[in-house]
């Protein structure tokens, strides 16, 4: 990792511990909802991606729309610019905004291979991964931390093909063969017979069990 962005995530850990103390000091800026979609691929780990200046918001979304062309949402789960909260004071007036904790980097979190690498170094205003000799290096789980990251991981015992029962929700005693695994929103997509039609529906992980063979 870098010296600007050890340097960038002291800075983070100071403001982690100082929000409740200081009413102006920086906080983690922490989507719950984004949160609880991360990591659900074990072995995808979250990488840090520089881009060219001020193209941060222009590469995740041309990240996320490769992802979605490609059909690499469970491969690459998330693209984030982490944000802060900020009071400024302008003119006696006290206004809270949201700022880049780091400026020029994106980070991605992925299931690190020779297809995903291809995807991410390729989108345009991506210049490369930080790491040594633009090796991609994981955060660990202390550089992970003050980012307001969650890294707790959610296995499944079964995927495209299998055949599985709705046990719980709208569904429920419904029962189909698994089309598409979201890992980012933690479905599976089954088809239903709505109408006389087979309707594709998505179920939660947590609503379904795998039917054994």
Do not use: C
């Amino acid at each position: 990792m870098s010296e600007e962005m050890e340097k960038n995530l002291e800075q983070a850990e100071e403001i982690s511990a100082d929000v409740t103390a200081e009413e102006n000091s920086a906080e983690v800026s922490n989507d719950e909802a984004q949160a609880e979609n991360s990591s659900i691929n074990e072995n995808a780990r979250w990488y840090v991606v520089h881009t060219y200046s001020g193209y941060e918001n222009k590469v995740k979304q041309n990240l996320e729309k490769s992802i979605e062309n490609r059909h690499l949402k469970d491969k690459i789960l998330e693209v984030r610019i982490p944000l802060q909260d900020v009071v400024e004071v302008k003119n006696g007036a006290r206004k809270n905004v949201q700022r880049k904790m780091f400026p020029g980097y994106v980070l991605v979190n992925m299931d690190m291979n020779d297809e995903t690498w291809y995807v991410v170094r390729n989108t345009r205003g991506v210049t490369g991964f930080v790491g040594p000799g633009s090796k991609p290096v994981p955060l660990t789980d202390a550089e992970i931390k003050p980012l307001g990251i969650k890294t707790d991981t959610i296995s499944v015992d079964f995927g495209v093909g299998d055949e599985i029962a709705v046990i719980a929700g709208v569904w429920k005693d419904t029962a189909g063969v698994v089309q598409r695994m979201d890992f980012g929103k933690q479905t599976a997509t089954i088809n239903v017979d709505l109408f006389g039609r087979e309707t594709p529906v998505e179920i939660s992980f947590a609503e379904v069990r795998k039917i054994d063979s």
